[in-house]
């Protein structure tokens, strides 16, 4: 493994395909900045409600899970450490159809060294899936 593999884990009904994503630095670093960009398109605009589920494993012992509000943290909430922004955009509004850019932003400092595969989902405010990626992190280079 190079430091970082993604598999769209996504449908072809997924309410967002995606086309690419790149991270800096590439490998991840310990104790810096980790810049995720995926780029993809939305076929369906994404309102209010939406949500993103995020599971963190290390091995097979999940260290973290947790269901974020899609438009809170793209409304600028830093909890548990990261960011993200979308483009184009307007913090709070609904995510129009057509190309996006979505830019997640974590500082990896004090993450301890080791093999992460965090799992996302990412559902619509109806529940419908908007997107399913599975990361493979390796902080141990």
Do not use: C
Not at 65 to 91: C, H, I, N, R
Not at 108 to 129: M, Q, W
Request: proline letters at 5%; zero cysteines; aromatic letters at 6%.
């Amino acid at each position: 493994m190079s430091g970082f593999q993604y598999t769209d884990q996504g449908l072809s009904t997924d309410a967002l395909q995606i086309d690419s994503i790149t991270i800096t630095p590439d490998p991840p670093k310990r104790d810096a900045v980790l810049k995720a960009v995926i780029k993809g398109e939305l076929k369906e605009t994404i309102e209010e409600g939406a949500s993103v589920e995020v599971t963190v494993n290390l091995g097979v012992i999940r260290v973290h899970k947790k269901t974020y509000d899609l438009f809170e943290k793209l409304k600028g909430d830093t909890s548990d450490g990261w960011t993200l922004t979308a483009a184009p955009g307007v913090a709070g509004e609904p995510l129009a159809r057509g190309p996006v850019e979505m830019t997640l932003t974590k500082d990896l400092k004090g993450v301890p060294a080791a093999k992460y595969t965090v799992d996302v989902r990412a559902y619509t405010v109806r529940e419908d899936d908007l997107a399913a990626l599975t990361f493979k992190v390796d902080l141990l280079r």
